[in-house]
Structure formats: structure tokens, C-alpha cells
């Protein structure tokens, strides 16, 4: 069988276009630099803009928890919903070792955290996890995205032993993002360096999916009508 | 010139095996040290390297999903949309969704299975809060919001008037309730938690009350829509006992306690 490819998995693609519009091209150049591997992806990064002052580590977790939320609930959503179970065998191997990775990250990014740690937002993947294709799309796109983060925010962290631990974080994401292209058929290590971007680049990024949504308002203080 | 760049080589070397000692230690990958022995001169060079550094946290062993047995997944309705009898534009026109409950917090609907269409749009099957009770339809994937997840479910036992609450399949509370009289029974069935409503001035409802997408086909004249609901009471001597218009009641303390455990969502048996 051979491996879809990413011009052919595209159906959804929120993040993919969040993601392009970010590394400064359209979509189908995007889908283009992806497939044929040939120019790195992330090797067209812009510099990255400064950390606005006044970020602090606490911060950055937060935000780095608030990722690594979006992705945990992004891969146990589509176990939980049978999109994983009707995937090939060597992609359900893959879907389910990042799924327990990334909720692995939720947990340890909570505890380190502990009480200054944001609550859980309410998250809305649309069709993203209801089927292989956009789900694997998705996917892509969502690991290059955090090596990308990581790359920028690492270094801003101020206290040394988060950096030296965030680094473990990084290095597996960046395999995480090398599986996740070898899946889809393309160049696993396209460029020659990775370059940075910054919190607030992928924030927006993150922004214009609409992943991260406003928790519908199942609470109310009318008097009930019930048939008492 | 050789002899030099050999010992360049082998000084470079020994850098090497330093600094990978240093990270192993730092990632306290303590069983590798000592394979990694350096040689006596990179010893002295270590010597010379500041302490590494210790990492914050270490991630724990990842773990797979477990059992997705006891799941239930939940979403709004974001807008009015036709619910069909199949997963066909062409389908039977069975209700329209709304966006709203009668108590004007978001709908939800319980998400029961989806069907894809490669050439169009993911359809959803859902559970509907309409008459009869039970009945479930098709809408489109794009009239919905994101999808919630419970791992609780509520079973209402008519016969010996108790609730109990489950998570991941252990009862976490009981309670004793007080249920539909002969004339307007409360109807059995699955169905679903569909809002949470408080601080309202109602004694006669307790201090909380939750909706339910059941729908009692006897109590004819009540507002909203005769929905079923789950709520406190100003009469606990009346409990457990056959006493409403099919509306399950509670003690006070208990429906505020089940607020704490059963969120919006949870699935509700009553047999």
C-alpha cells in the first residue's frame, strides 16, 4: 500500500493553513515544500521576533501546557472516536505512541506547574479527528508546529533546570515530527537546521485554527420548567 | 604536523566523551555512566567543566489509552440545522436542531456514531431530545461543536428508587428518589444530561436542577416542553416515593452532590 502523501490528505487542513500562513507561504506552497522535501519547511523560517518583556517561565509552561493539551486531546480524541482503529497498522502504532507522548507532557507540564497551572480549554477539531486523512494532515502540521516553538521558547526560559528538561521535550517532539512526515512519505529531516519561532508567532498560529474554542455555556439561572 | 593533529584528534575526543558524560548525568541516565568512562585525560578536562545542570522534571513512562468502554462523547449544537433520517441531504426531515434549550443554555447533543462521505460533508448520528423518546437522527459534522467527553453515567432504578452514579463503571453515590406517580410516569429509557441550572428562586426545585433530553409523553400543559428533570425538593419527606409529574427528585444535599461528580453530558438509564 503506499503511503498517502500530503497534497492527498488534505481535507480540513485548519492547522496546515495556520501553519503555512505562518512560515510566510500560501497553502499550496506549503503542501508543495512538504511533499517534495526538497526545501525545508522550516528552513524558510523569518527570524524570530523577540519574546515581548515581561514573559516569564511560568508563562511560557503555560502556554507550552496549553499546546501539549491541544495535541493530547488532538490524539486521544481520534483513538476515542475509532479514527485510529480503522488507520493501518504501522499509523495506529504511530497515533497511539504520540497520543500516550503527548498526554505524558500534559501531565508532567501540570505538575511543574502545580497550582499556577491554566485550566483545561475547551477544544474543537472539527472534522480533524473523525477521519485518516485530516487527522494525519493535522497531525503533520501539529508536530512540525511545536519543534518550531520549542526551538524559540527554550532558550527564554530563565531558570536553567527547566531548560535542561524542556530540552528533553524538544528532542522527542522533533522525532515526533520526523515520524509524522515518514508516515505521510515525505523527507522525515528536510532542512539542514531548524529555525525558531517565537511564543507569540505560534500563538497566532495556534489562534486562527479555532482548535482552542469558547466552552459552550451548559449552565444557566432560569427557572426551570420542568415537568416537576 | 601529524603528531598535532592527533592530539587535536584526541583532544577533541575527549571533549566528546566529557560532554556526553556530562548530559547523560544531567538526564539521570545514571546506568550509563559507566560505559561511558572516560579516559584519564578527559577526567582532568571534566574537572574543569562547570556542574551540569539538573533537569526540572523527567518525564514519567508515557501510557497507552485505556478502555474506551466507558466513554461518551457530547457536543453543541452551534446552528440550527435539519436532522434527516439518514446521512443524505435527501434523507426524511426528522426535526430541527436548536442551538438553544428552552432554559436558553447551549443545546448538546449525545454523539452515537459519524459517517463519512469522501466526495461530501461527515454526518453525525445523534441523540434527540424529541418525542419519542429514543429517537436519534443524522446532521451534518459542521452544525456541531467540539466534541466533550464523560466517563459517567447516571441509572435511575424505578422499581427500588434509587440513583446511582458510575464512573468508568463503579458506583461513586447513591441516592433515594422520588419518581413519576402512576398518572405521569417517569419514562424509561436512555438519555442525556443536557444542562445545569441554579440560583434560581424555585424551593419547590431544590437549589440545583439538571435537564435532561427525556420527555415525559403524558404531563400534557407544562411549559418548555414537559423535558424531564433531575432536581432538589422542598418536600425530602416525600422521598424515596412515586410523587411528580415524572420529574426525578432528590434531597437537597444529594442533588448538590451529584452536581460535584455528574457533569453535563453524562448519559442517563432509567429502568
Avoid at chain 1, 162 to 181: C, P, Q
Avoid at chain 2, 8 to 18: D, K
Avoid at chain 2, 206 to 234: E, M, Q
Amino acid at each position: 500500500m503506499t503511503a498517502p502523501r500530503m497534497q492527498d490528505v488534505d481535507r480540513d487542513g485548519a492547522l496546515t493553513e495556520a501553519v503555512a500562513e505562518l512560515y510566510g507561504c500560501d497553502r499550496a506552497g506549503f503542501i508543495r515544500k512538504a511533499t517534495l522535501g526538497s526545501v525545508g519547511m522550516l528552513a524558510i523560517l523569518a527570524a524570530p521576533s523577540a519574546v515581548a518583556a515581561g514573559v516569564t517561565d511560568t508563562d511560557i509552561l503555560n502556554f507550552g501546557l496549553r499546546f501539549e493539551r491541544l495535541q493530547a486531546t488532538f490524539y486521544t480524541q481520534a483513538e476515542e472516536l475509532g479514527t485510529v482503529a480503522a488507520m493501518r497498522a504501522d499509523k495506529q502504532d504511530w497515533a497511539r505512541t504520540l497520543g500516550a507522548h503527548e498526554r505524558a507532557h500534559v501531565k508532567i507540564l501540570k505538575q511543574v506547574l502545580g497550582r499556577r497551572a491554566e485550566g483545561r480549554p475547551f477544544f474543537d477539531f472539527g472534522e480533524a479527528t473523525q477521519s485518516d486523512a485530516a487527522f494525519t494532515r493535522t497531525a503533520v502540521a501539529m508536530e512540525d508546529l511545536t519543534v518550531a516553538l520549542l526551538t524559540g521558547v527554550v532558550p527564554k526560559v530563565q531558570n536553567r533546570g527547566l531548560t535542561s528538561a524542556l530540552f528533553g521535550l524538544l528532542t522527542v517532539e522533533a522525532r515526533h515530527a520526523a515520524w509524522a512526515r515518514s508516515i505521510v512519505g515525505t523527507n522525515p529531516a528536510p532542512s539542514a537546521f531548524d529555525e525558531p519561532r517565537s511564543l507569540q508567532s505560534v500563538s497566532g498560529a495556534v489562534d486562527r485554527t479555532r482548535f482552542i474554542a469558547r466552552p459552550p455555556r451548559t449552565a444557566g439561572r432560569t427557572r426551570p420548567g420542568f415537568s416537576g | 604536523m601529524r603528531s598535532g593533529a592527533t592530539r587535536w584528534t584526541s583532544r577533541r575526543n575527549a571533549i566528546a566523551g566529557a560532554t556526553v558524560l556530562a548530559t547523560a548525568t544531567a538526564l539521570g541516565f545514571a546506568a550509563m555512566a559507566p560505559q561511558a568512562t572516560p579516559p584519564p585525560e578527559a577526567t582532568d578536562l571534566a574537572d574543569g567543566l562547570p556542574p551540569p545542570v539538573a533537569p526540572a522534571f523527567r518525564p514519567g513512562a508515557p501510557r497507552r489509552l485505556a478502555s474506551t468502554r466507558h466513554l461518551s462523547h457530547w457536543a453543541p449544537v452551534e446552528r440550527s440545522a435539519p436532522v434527516r433520517a439518514a446521512p443524505d441531504s435527501g434523507a426524511r426531515l426528522l426535526t430541527m436542531l436548536s442551538p438553544w434549550t428552552p432554559e436558553r443554555t447551549r443545546n448538546i447533543v449525545t454523539v452515537l456514531e459519524h459517517r463519512l462521505d469522501a466526495a461530501g460533508p461527515t454526518w453525525v448520528r445523534v441523540a434527540l431530545a424529541m418525542l419519542p423518546n429514543g429517537s436519534t437522527g443524522w446532521v451534518r459534522r459542521s452544525a456541531l461543536g467540539g466534541y466533550g467527553t464523560v466517563e459517567t453515567q447516571l441509572v435511575v432504578d424505578l422499581r427500588s428508587l434509587r440513583a446511582t452514579l458510575y464512573r468508568r463503571g463503579q458506583p461513586i453515590l447513591h441516592a433515594p428518589v422520588g419518581v413519576g406517580s402512576e398518572r405521569w410516569p417517569t419514562p424509561r429509557g436512555t438519555y442525556y444530561v443536557r444542562s445545569k441550572l441554579t440560583r434560581y428562586r424555585s424551593p419547590s426545585y431544590g437549589p440545583l436542577a439538571f435537564g435532561t433530553s427525556a420527555r415525559s409523553p403524558a404531563a400534557t400543559g407544562w411549559p418548555a416542553g414537559r423535558f424531564v428533570g433531575i432536581h432538589g425538593t422542598d418536600r425530602p419527606d416525600l422521598l424515596p416515593g412515586r410523587i411528580s409529574h415524572g420529574c426525578i427528585r432528590m434531597r437537597n444535599a444529594d442533588i448538590l452532590a451529584l452536581e460535584r461528580h455528574m457533569p453535563v453530558g453524562t448519559p442517563i438509564t432509567i429502568h
